[in-house]
């Protein structure tokens, strides 16, 4: 069973910095994509970024391009989101995704979430 828990949100002013991990178990999960969506307040789920485990290839959204970067750490399972320069518009629910099969944009793991909230 896959597990993934996300970790790092917070409050943080416009023009910081957060850093969200996902700690990913109950697989190898090589071959998989990992993802980060987020959920802001009366919208869809959207996606932010994404990285291929085995090749680390990455994908960003046009909205972070710049800002967010995406990375994972074989050894710990963890996959991360730095986020600079956030703005208030990046204040949402962030979701951590991992899925079998390469897709980028579809998943069929899902975390918690967690909270990043700016402040303006």
């Known amino acids: 069973q896959v597990q993934l828990v996300e970790s790092g949100g917070g409050l943080v002013q416009a023009g910081g910095s957060l850093r969200l991990s996902c700690a990913a178990s109950?697989?190898?999960?090589?071959?998989?994509?990992m993802g980060w969506f987020r959920q802001a307040p009366g919208k869809e789920r959207e996606f932010v970024a994404a990285?291929?485990?085995?090749?680390?290839?990455?994908y960003y959204a046009n909205s972070v391009k710049g800002r967010f970067t995406i990375s994972r750490d074989n050894a710990k399972s963890t996959v991360y989101l730095q986020m600079n320069s956030l703005k208030p518009e990046d204040t949402a629910v962030y979701y951590c995704a991992a899925d079998p099969s390469g897709r980028v944009l579809q998943y069929n793991y899902w975390g918690q979430g967690t909270q990043v909230t700016v402040s303006s």
């Open positions: 990285i291929r485990w085995s090749g680390g290839n990455t």
């Open positions: 109950g697989r190898t999960f090589s071959g998989y994509t």
